[in-house]
Every structure is written in structure tokens, then in C-alpha cells.
């Protein structure tokens, strides 16, 4: 059986810090000329692994605008695909309540007011992974795509009072001489934090997939390097012990927009 070495991280900045500790240690598979001669391909010019662990928690103001843009076609692709709300709302009633409304009484109507959520068979916390892991055809634009769903899906969620976790995740085959596969993962946003694109998109840049994730292989023990990359699923044993007791939904192979808008679709679809 093929085994799995995972790294599960709490934040953006752990995992930063323990693939730092692995580049000064020597186990690394690009060094800073490599960095600074892949600005292309990363999406992002790097000065070196040192500039790269300086720039991931600072504001990337070329990235913020491309996934706004991004987020507003997004928006208002959903129509009527809607879950129910679980935010608590006011209800009139004629005989019991939390308080009364005296001038509802004295014009004869239901004047007892209640607070109720509507019914919803979804766990009120959900877990969003989305994949960081990218065939290198793909530009660094292209990748944005799946993190901007993962975004939109948390907006819609919470406006709808669910709690969200939102994770990105990558999964490679065969990514160590001994042949065991590999599972990273970094949490970018706790279930009681607010939703800030400007500090997430750092996390969804294929620029961090392929500087921090990349380093982090090496973490464990060195990399082969592997070009097998794999797709994540909800029922994947990994994101399912990533997702605890939330209710855990997985964003793979998108690319585009027209992939974009039909996977948010889908999922507020599913939801309803």
C-alpha cells in the first residue's frame, strides 16, 4: 500500500516557516537563481527563497485586482441556486414570542415577535479545500481560478450563516525516492475569521504553489520533485481527517471561468 506523508498546517505562516527551515538546512530542489530566473512561470518576480518568505504575508496588489475581477464575474452567476439561510430572522406570531409589539396588538395583529433559523439538513460548518496542485501547462493566471470559486463559495456560504473553513490543499504521487505520495496542506482562513481577500490571495497564487509548496516537500526528508500531480476529493481519507466534523466540500480542474461559474453553480445547487 502507498504511503501518504501529510503536512497539515495550521496557517500560511507555519508552513512558511518549516519550509524555510528545510531551505537553510540544504534540502531544496531550486535554489535563489533558480527563483529569481523563473519569474515567468512562478507569476512573480523573487529576488530568492528570501524574498519569497518575505513577500507571502505582504500585500500583492497586481494578484488583489486579478481575483477581483475574477470574484465580480463570479458574484452573480448563481440566479436562484441559493442554499436556504441559516441566519436567524424575526417572525410574527399570535401567541408567543421573545417580546410583544403593543401597537401590532391594538391594530388586531400578530404581535408577538420570534427569532427562528430555518431548517437545513447541511452541518452549519463547512470545510473548503481547494487544489494547489498544477500541471506546469498552466499559467499562473489560470491558477487563481480555483482559489477566486474557493472565495466566492465562503462569501455566499457565510452570508448565508454558515461557518467556514477555507483550506488549500495539494496531493502528489510518487513524490519521494521510496515512492510514498505526498498530501500538504495549510488552513487560510479559520471557521471564526472574517473573510479577507487581500490576505488570502497570496495563498491561492500559483507564485505559492510553486515557491512554498514546492519547498515543503522537502520538509519530511528530500523530494524527488515529482511532476505527478493528483486531484483532491471529498471522500479522499486525507480531506475528510482535514475536515474533522464539517461537512467538507473539494474545488479540483478548474481553469477558467466557464469551469468557475459551473462549479459554484453546482455547489449552490447541491446546497439548496
Same mark, same amino acid.
Given at each position: 500500500?502507498?504511503? #501518504? ?11 512558511? !516557516?518549516?519550509?524555510?527551515? *528545510? ?38 496588489? %497586481?494578484? +488583489?485586482?486579478?481575483?477581483? %475581477?475574477?470574484?465580480?464575474? +463570479? ?23 421573545? %417580546?410583544?409589539?403593543?401597537?401590532? +396588538? ?16 447541511? &452541518?452549519?460548518? @463547512? ?7 498544477? &500541471?506546469?501547462?498552466?499559467?499562473? %493566471? !489560470?491558477?487563481?481560478?480555483?482559489? *477566486? ?8 456560504? !457565510? ?24 498530501? #500538504? *496542506? ?13 490576505? +488570502? ?27 505527478? =500531480?493528483?486531484? #483532491?476529493?471529498?471522500? @479522499? &481519507? ?7 466534523? *464539517? ?16 462549479? =459554484? ?8
Amino acid at each position: 500500500m502507498t504511503t #501518504i506523508r501529510k503536512q497539515v498546517y495550521e496557517s500560511m505562516q507555519e508552513m512558511v !516557516e518549516e519550509a524555510d527551515k *528545510a531551505f537553510r538546512s540544504g534540502r531544496y530542489q531550486r535554489d535563489d537563481d533558480a527563483i529569481r530566473s523563473d519569474a515567468a512561470f512562478l507569476g512573480r518576480f523573487f529576488d530568492g527563497w528570501g524574498d519569497v518568505v518575505a513577500k507571502v504575508g505582504d500585500y500583492w496588489p %497586481e494578484g +488583489l485586482d486579478l481575483v477581483q %475581477e475574477m470574484l465580480f464575474e +463570479l458574484r452573480n452567476v448563481t440566479g436562484q441556486a441559493r442554499p436556504r439561510s441559516r441566519v436567524r430572522r424575526g417572525r410574527w406570531s399570535a401567541d408567543d414570542g421573545d %417580546e410583544i409589539d403593543v401597537d401590532r +396588538l391594538r391594530a388586531g395583529q400578530d404581535c408577538w415577535r420570534q427569532t427562528v433559523r430555518e431548517e437545513c439538513d447541511a &452541518p452549519q460548518t @463547512m470545510c473548503l479545500v481547494f487544489s494547489l496542485s498544477t &500541471p506546469a501547462c498552466y499559467d499562473s %493566471e !489560470e491558477v487563481l481560478w480555483r482559489g *477566486a470559486v474557493a472565495i466566492v463559495l465562503a462569501d455566499l456560504l !457565510e452570508a448565508c450563516g454558515y461557518r467556514i473553513e477555507l483550506w488549500a490543499a495539494s496531493y502528489t504521487k510518487r513524490a519521494y525516492f521510496d515512492g510514498s505520495d505526498a498530501f #500538504i *496542506a495549510a488552513k487560510l482562513k479559520g471557521s471564526a475569521s472574517p473573510l479577507d481577500i487581500a490576505s +488570502l490571495v497570496n495563498g491561492i497564487a500559483g507564485w505559492f504553489y510553486r515557491t512554498v509548496v514546492f519547498q515543503s516537500y522537502h520538509v519530511p526528508q528530500r523530494a524527488r520533485f515529482a511532476r505527478n =500531480v493528483g486531484s #483532491i476529493f471529498d471522500t @479522499m &481519507p486525507a480531506i475528510v481527517e482535514l475536515a474533522g466534523n *464539517a461537512r467538507v466540500l473539494t474545488i479540483d480542474d478548474v481553469w477558467d471561468r466557464s469551469a468557475a461559474e459551473a462549479k =459554484v453553480k453546482e455547489v449552490m445547487s447541491r446546497l439548496r
